[in-house]
């Protein structure tokens, strides 16, 4: 049989095959190779008399996200809010940059908007939908546009992300109209201790899988390699080519990136965060936002 781990506990595994449970234990000799099961993974299973189940096999894996830990996770929803906390824009970037870096497909979701009038959300909505994310406009203490998330999980794996008290887990809990996630004022925050080392799980919403923590606690972009940058701006793939084919689009002559840049046909506030990143890793140095 096949299957999905949705839990992993103390070298037991919860494995999902349709709508049934198995815990399984894994053969011993995975303990010989370097691949051990993670939450995420597509596995073939047998099951043993007295219906232990057994994971015989791991399939390759599509993504790998490192924090949390989970495989195959193919789509981020980036929660951000326009106020309440206020818009960070470079924030978001990085956030999207580290999931375009991972190969999620990405919706962007701005939740709170009852708290925002018409007048202060539409450039952002605006840069977004150019550059060709898909924005979803959300209230989830009010419910508005839960089904239209609801609809982007099905069929998906997803992980929630997305900076601190702009409503993640609200919306959790609102999507599968049960309390899954604590959540809480922002001022409340240091002294709960959310979130605290555990193991991730994968909680099932219809034919779709939520990843129970949030992705990218840390937004530290410094392992990224600085050729592979420009591959996560969707927008800087446009149909005219630079000079030369492995252009960076920073200091190289006959730029057709730089040149959209200033025709406005690319957003500046876009390149020049990738400028900034860009050489924030050809420095080597860090720096918090
Ligand atoms: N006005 C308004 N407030 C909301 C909405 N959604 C959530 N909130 C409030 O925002 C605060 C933070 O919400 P959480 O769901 O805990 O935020 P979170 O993103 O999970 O935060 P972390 O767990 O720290 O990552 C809570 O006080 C919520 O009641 C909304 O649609 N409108
Ligand atoms: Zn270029």
């Known amino acids: 049989m096949e299957g999905i781990i949705i839990k992993g506990v103390g070298g037991l595994y919860t494995v999902k095959v349709g709508k ?4 399984c234990k894994v053969r011993g000799k995975f303990r010989y190779t370097k691949v051990t099961p993670m939450v995420g993974d597509r596995v073939s299973i047998i099951l043993e008399e007295n219906d232990e189940g057994v994971i015989e096999k791991i399939h390759e894996r599509t993504t790998e996200l490192i924090r949390p830990v989970v495989a195959n996770v193919n789509q981020a929803l980036v929660f951000f809010t326009i106020k309440h906390p206020d818009l960070n824009h470079n924030l978001l970037y990085k956030f999207l940059l580290l999931c375009e870096y991972n190969n999620l497909d990405i919706v962007v979701c701005f939740n709170k908007m ?6 202060d959300n539409s450039t952002i909505i605006k840069i977004l939908r150019d550059v060709g ?7 989830a203490k009010e419910g508005v546009n839960i089904d239209a998330i609801r609809g982007k999980i099905e069929n998906n794996i997803s992980v929630f992300c997305g900076p601190s008290g702009v409503g993640k887990s609200t919306t959790l809990n609102s999507i599968a109209n049960r309390k899954l996630m604590e959540t809480g004022e922002i001022s409340d925050r240091s002294k709960r201790g959310k979130h605290t080392t555990r193991h991730s799980e994968l909680i099932e919403y219809g034919n779709g899988l939520i990843v129970d923590t949030p992705g990218f606690s840390s937004l530290d972009l410094s392992f990224m390699d600085v050729d592979e940058v420009k591959e996560c701006f969707p927008d800087f793939h446009i149909e005219e080519n630079c000079k030369f084919s492995n252009c960076n689009h920073y200091k190289e002559p006959g730029c057709a990136v730089k040149k959209a840049v200033e025709s406005g046909e690319i957003n500046k506030e876009r390149y020049e965060f990738y400028i900034y990143t860009l050489e924030e890793l050809i420095n080597g140095r860090k720096k918090k936002w």
């Open 20 to 23: 049934e449970h198995y815990v």
């Open 114 to 119: 009852d708290l925002v009038g018409e007048e």
């Open 133 to 139: 994310y898909e924005v979803i406009e959300v209230a």
